[in-house]
C-alpha cells in the first residue's frame, strides 16, 4: 500500500467551452450532481482521504486557475470526474486527459448519466479514462479505493467498465465476475454537506437557474441578471422515474439502461429536514427540486412542508411541476 495525499479527488468541470455565441464569455453545468457531496462524505466517513474541486468555482477566485499545475507533485489515488450531462463531455474529457498527464499514477474514472450511457465508447477511444462506474455509485466508489488500495481484484466493483492491462475493455457487471456488494441507503447519505469541497461558501452563493454563468460580468451582475437574483441548493428528495416522457434523457428506460433500476425510491422527510439546514448553514435561502414522479399524489410533500413548518425553517422552494398539481399542494 503507497502513501497518498488524497485518496479521492473528485473534479467537476462545467462546460466552458461551447458553440454558442459570445464563444467563450460563460460556462454552463454549474451545479455539481447532487451525488458528488454524498458519495464524498461516505467516503470520508469510511476512512477515505477526498477532496472535490469545481472548476467553476476555481476560476471565480481565481481566473488564471489550472487543476494540473495546482495539484502538480501531490500523490492521488484515484481522480474521479463527473460526468453526468452530455454538455460537459468535452470539457470533462479534457480534464481527464490533463489529469492523467500529470498524475499517470492516479487512476482516472468517470461516473454519471452521460458517462454511465457511453461507457464502452469512452473507453475505447480515450485511453487516459481507466474506468466508468455505470449507475449509482455510493457503494461502488468505496469498494474501488479498497481494491486500489489493497491491489486487490478491480472486477471486483460492482457496475465498473474498466480497461485490463491488456488494453480489452470490460463490464464487471456482464461478464458475471464475483463481486463485493456494499448496499448504501439513501437514508444513510448525507446530500448537503459541501465540506468535502473547497471554497463552498463561493459555490453556494455563486450559480443558480439558469445554470450559465457569464463570464463578462461580475458576481453581482451574474446574481441579479442571470440566477433570478439568489442562489439555489438542488435538494435530494429521491431518485427513479415511472414515466417515458420522450423529451427526458432521464426516462424509465434511460434510468434502467443505465443505473440497473427505475424504482421509485423516497428519502425520509427527516433526512431531507437535515440537509434542508445544513444547506442553510452554507448559506442558502432557496430550495430547488424538480423530482414530481407522481404528481396526482401529494401525501410525501404534504407531509414534507408540514414538517418545514413546524420546524419553523426559513426557507422557500423554486418547485417545478410535471403535472398539475393538487389544490391542497399548492395550499401547503
Request: glycine fraction near 8%.
Amino acid at each position: 500500500m503507497t502513501s497518498t495525499d488524497v485518496d479521492c479527488l473528485f473534479v467537476h468541470a462545467p462546460k466552458a467551452h461551447n458553440h454558442y455565441l459570445p464563444f467563450g464569455d460563460f460556462f454552463n453545468i454549474t451545479y455539481m450532481p447532487m451525488g458528488l457531496p454524498a458519495i464524498a462524505r461516505q467516503l470520508n466517513d469510511e476512512g477515505h482521504s477526498t477532496e472535490i474541486i469545481h472548476l467553476g468555482v476555481e476560476w471565480l477566485e481565481n481566473h488564471e486557475y489550472n487543476i494540473a499545475r495546482d495539484t502538480e507533485g501531490m500523490k492521488i489515488r484515484a481522480i474521479g470526474l463527473s460526468l453526468y450531462w452530455h454538455y460537459q463531455s468535452y470539457d470533462a474529457l479534457e480534464v481527464a486527459r490533463a489529469m492523467k498527464a500529470t498524475h499517470p499514477e492516479s487512476y482516472v474514472f468517470l461516473g454519471g448519466l452521460t458517462a454511465g450511457y457511453f461507457a464502452a465508447e469512452i473507453l475505447e477511444k480515450f485511453p487516459f479514462v481507466d474506468a466508468v462506474i455505470r449507475g449509482h455509485a455510493e457503494g461502488a466508489t468505496g469498494i474501488l479505493l479498497d481494491e486500489l488500495k489493497s491491489g486487490g481484484d478491480l472486477g471486483r466493483v460492482p457496475g465498473m467498465a474498466h480497461r485490463l492491462s491488456d488494453g480489452t475493455v470490460v463490464d464487471n457487471d456482464r461478464i458475471g465476475r464475483v463481486r463485493v456488494q456494499r448496499h448504501v441507503a439513501l437514508d444513510e447519505l448525507h446530500f448537503a454537506d459541501l465540506s468535502m469541497m473547497r471554497h463552498p461558501k463561493t459555490y453556494a452563493t455563486s450559480f443558480g437557474f439558469p445554470l450559465a454563468y457569464g463570464r463578462e460580468f461580475s458576481a453581482e451582475e451574474n446574481r441579479s441578471m442571470l440566477s433570478m437574483g439568489r442562489a439555489f441548493f438542488p435538494l435530494f428528495i429521491g431518485r427513479g422515474c415511472p414515466w417515458m416522457c420522450t423529451f427526458c434523457g432521464g426516462n424509465r428506460e434511460t434510468l434502467r439502461k443505465v443505473n440497473g433500476t427505475n424504482k421509485l425510491q423516497w428519502r425520509s422527510p427527516d433526512r431531507v429536514l437535515d440537509d434542508i439546514r445544513q444547506a442553510m448553514d452554507f448559506g442558502y435561502k432557496t430550495m430547488s427540486l424538480c423530482f414530481d414522479p407522481t404528481p396526482s399524489k401529494d401525501t410525501y410533500y404534504r407531509t414534507l412542508f408540514e414538517k418545514i413548518r413546524q420546524a419553523r425553517l426559513e426557507v422557500d422552494f423554486y418547485f417545478e411541476c410535471w403535472g398539475v398539481p393538487t389544490l391542497p399542494f399548492i395550499k401547503d
